[in-house]
């Protein structure tokens, strides 16, 4: 039975909440339980972080080929995530083959064959591949356990005092929670487990040295509240050490955050994309919180974090550490791109030498040695990940890591250890370097973790990046029409896309189609009118501060002048020439002096028209300003070159979803053409007539879409047409007046 369960159940939460409800749990089955206690504790980062810890249960079920009664361990899939985990995450294996295994077990240099086993030992052919944390949860003896990496525990379990402040926790909230040296998870950690537990009379969890917490229950609700308790219980430990005279945490504040710091991040962040991207392209995110600029402004950041993480959980995302850049927040910030690449050159040297130092014969080749994570003292931390998701997550799996050196910096007192309790069977003390009480992983174990077989084995098995992955492309005029079309490609290739309109509703609206595509934080939307150079530098902006650059800059967006008498007054010809031409130089012109900053190859395309090339007549000032558009696609192909491919899409007359033809136009030119139509007929009717009119003077009598002009431009915009610039596509149908001559 696990212990102090009644006392548990007694006790006063302080910084957790209990979430359980009765009335829910009623309701379902063991393993809908399971699920339940998983989430409920997974909807709390500061009890685990996303995507980590575990949880199981010890269930009775029916064996479908003999029809008897077996315990079956329902324990968390490799790559689940507890906050979201569904009865189908779950792995489900014999208990009894799978602690048979132990007889298999051949020592620790044969831990990986192990995992090849587990599917031998399945319950009724569960596909869900279990993780390699199952044979922990198997060989302790409670039927519901946890596993979970909380900051306040992971604090206790990376301090040089930890096993005796362990003891004195155990003391002050009557728990008796044993201490396990360093182990990475597997079959050795498992019987490591066992044996501790049954040592241990009365035992009610497990720090793990470096790595997190074990706890247990006797029922789902049982376990559940002794989790959340032990969790809290050391949350108020950690907090009553930290609130003690004379205690500063990360050694006090060195530097005050920048008052600009938002505008300095959002200058700092294409050039530090683009460096860490010359390898492979990456995605950033940014935050200024009030922990991180609390760590990046101490005494101690650049120490703590040359240390590096402690956690397995942590530095899979966030690298043995992050990239801290020495730039006193007093000077200037042009000073920062320098100090980037001095930084960049130092840290890529030293993630090869880790790398070469720990290598084996069969280790998977060396990775980018980019960092993910990068500290910048006034301003904040910048993360980048292969999309948004994976860049944020990365951010807060850092923050959870300065949450740990917090708490284990608060644990400290001034007090020294005479050993280091992390030490044991797998890495020995003189492996493990202390700094502010806070212990960090050796280099050896994290390189072990980082570049583990069943790791590289899960990065394997992800699908497939798409053709656009870890690109941004910014769509102005998105919100109808081509651009609508440009951005749902867009999102369907795997780009992050920002929709830039003067019509912010409509950019809003096919933002949330191309969420229901890629996902809502692969999709921003902004405002934008293309005359102004400050609204255009705003669009530039907000899609940096999203997605940390720019790659792909479309522009679908102009106007066909037109009046009820048909008279283009020198105003009109003046602003359709502002906005077909003279926007397109502006945008483009803006957007150059981010595509410098990253130094990526990218890829800019504009939209002209068949009417650059079709003299006609009541349509001057619009065909001329197609016609000057073209010649400016070739300029500034010539201009942005090498960095910039500039292209362009030459379309015949686009009807269906365009701005530029609203109803009167539309019955204008119906009549014009002595088109026969219904008043009462809707919008798309009268487009559709209107629309046919156009095909047949066309070779393939087909009306021109917005998807063909889009898929057209999307072409350009990406890495098939790698080496094409200058160059502007007919999408007319085959318009024999648009063919040059």
């Not at 409800?21 to 009890?47: C, M």
């Not at 980590?52 to 029916?62: A, I, M, P, Y």
């Not at 409670?142 to 596993?147: K, Q, S």
């Amino acid at each position: 039975m696990a212990a102090n369960a009644t006392g548990a159940a007694n006790s006063t939460l302080k910084f957790l909440e209990d979430k359980w409800d009765d009335a829910v749990a009623q309701t379902l089955d063991a393993p809908e339980l399971l699920r339940y206690r998983s989430n409920l504790l997974g909807s709390d980062l500061r009890i685990t972080n996303f995507g980590g810890g575990n949880t199981s249960s010890k269930l009775s079920e029916v064996d479908p080929v003999s029809g008897d009664v077996v315990q079956v361990l329902w324990v968390k899939g490799s790559g689940g995530d507890l906050g979201s985990i569904k009865r189908s995450g779950f792995a489900t294996l014999y208990l009894d083959r799978l602690l048979a295994l132990e007889k298999q077990y051949k020592g620790v240099s044969e831990e990986d064959a192990m995992v090849a086993l587990y599917p031998l030992v399945t319950f009724n052919n569960n596909p869900t591949a279990a993780s390699i944390d199952t044979p922990l949860h198997g060989f302790l003896p409670f039927p519901h356990v946890d596993h979970l990496h909380p900051d306040w525990g992971i604090a206790l379990a990376a301090s040089a005092n930890g096993k005796q402040k362990m003891d004195e926790f155990n003391a002050e909230f009557g728990h008796k929670l044993a201490w396990l040296p360093w182990q990475r998870p597997g079959f050795e950690l498992g019987m490591m487990l066992r044996k501790i537990v049954e040592e241990t009379p009365g035992c009610d969890g497990v720090v793990l040295g470096g790595h997190g917490l074990f706890t247990w229950g006797n029922t789902q609700r049982e376990s559940y509240l002794n989790t959340i308790t032990i969790i809290d219980q050391i949350g108020q430990f950690i907090e009553r050490h930290g609130l003690r005279e004379g205690h500063k945490v990360f050694g006090g504040a060195k530097h005050q955050a920048h008052a600009d710091r938002a505008k300095i991040a959002g200058e700092v962040m294409p050039s530090l994309r683009g460096a860490v991207s010359r390898k492979q392209r990456w995605i950033g995110s940014f935050t200024d919180a009030p922990n991180v600029l609390e760590f990046v402004n101490s005494e101690n950041a650049e120490k703590l974090a040359h240390l590096g993480t402690s956690c397995p959980d942590h530095f899979i995302r966030t690298k043995i550490r992050p990239m801290f850049l020495k730039w006193n927040p007093a000077g200037d910030p042009k000073e920062i791109p320098a100090l980037i690449e001095q930084a960049l050159e130092t840290y890529r040297a030293e993630y090869a030498e880790y790398y070469t130092r720990h290598a084996l014969p069969d280790s998977p080749k060396q990775r980018d040695a980019s960092p993910t994570v990068v500290l910048l003292p006034g301003v904040g931390m910048f993360t980048f990940g292969k999309n948004k998701a994976e860049a944020r997550l990365t951010g807060e799996f850092y923050i959870n890591a300065i949450g740990v050196m917090q708490g284990a910096g608060a644990l400290g007192g001034g007090v020294k250890c005479e050993d280091i309790p992390q030490a044991g069977p797998a890495a020995s003390a003189d492996q493990f370097t202390v700094f502010d009480n806070y212990v960090a992983l050796p280099p050896s174990e994290a390189f072990r973790i980082e570049y583990w077989a069943l790791e590289e084995a899960k990065i394997r098995r992800q699908p497939p990046e798409k053709q656009l992955s870890r690109r941004v492309a910014l769509i102005v005029g998105g919100g109808s029409g081509i651009g609508h079309q440009t951005a749902l490609i867009a999102a369907e290739r795997g780009a992050h896309v920002m929709i830039a309109d003067r019509d912010l509703a409509g950019a809003e609206k096919v933002a949330a189609e191309c969420a229901a595509i890629a996902g809502k934080e692969a999709v921003g939307f902004t405002g934008i009118d293309i005359t102004k150079r400050d609204t255009i530098k705003a669009a530039l902006e907000a899609t940096v501060q999203k997605f940390g650059g720019i790659d792909i800059l479309v522009n679908t967006a102009a106007i066909f002048p037109s009046t009820p008498s048909g008279v283009i007054d020198d105003s009109l010809w003046a602003t359709t020439l502002e906005i077909n031409v003279t926007a397109n130089w502006k945008l483009a012109d803006e957007a150059s002096a981010f595509f410098k900053k990253q130094g990526l190859d990218a890829s800019v395309v504009l939209t002209s028209s068949a009417n650059a090339v079709v003299a006609k007549r009541g349509s001057e000032a619009y065909d001329v300003s197609k016609a000057a558009l073209s010649h400016l696609v070739r300029e500034l192909a010539v201009g942005m070159a090498p960095l910039v491919r500039v292209n362009g899409v030459s379309p015949a007359t686009v009807v269906k979803g365009s701005t530029m033809f609203p109803r009167d136009r539309v019955k204008a030119s119906l009549a014009k053409y002595k088109i026969p139509f219904e008043e009462s007929a809707s919008d798309d009717e009268l487009r559709d007539a209107l629309a046919q009119f156009y095909a047949q003077r066309t070779l393939t009598h087909v009306p021109i879409d917005p998807r063909d002009n889009a898929e057209a431009i999307m072409f350009l915009a990406g890495p098939q047409a790698r080496v094409t610039t200058g160059h502007i596509i007919p999408v007319d149908g085959g318009l024999v007046e648009a063919y040059l001559r």
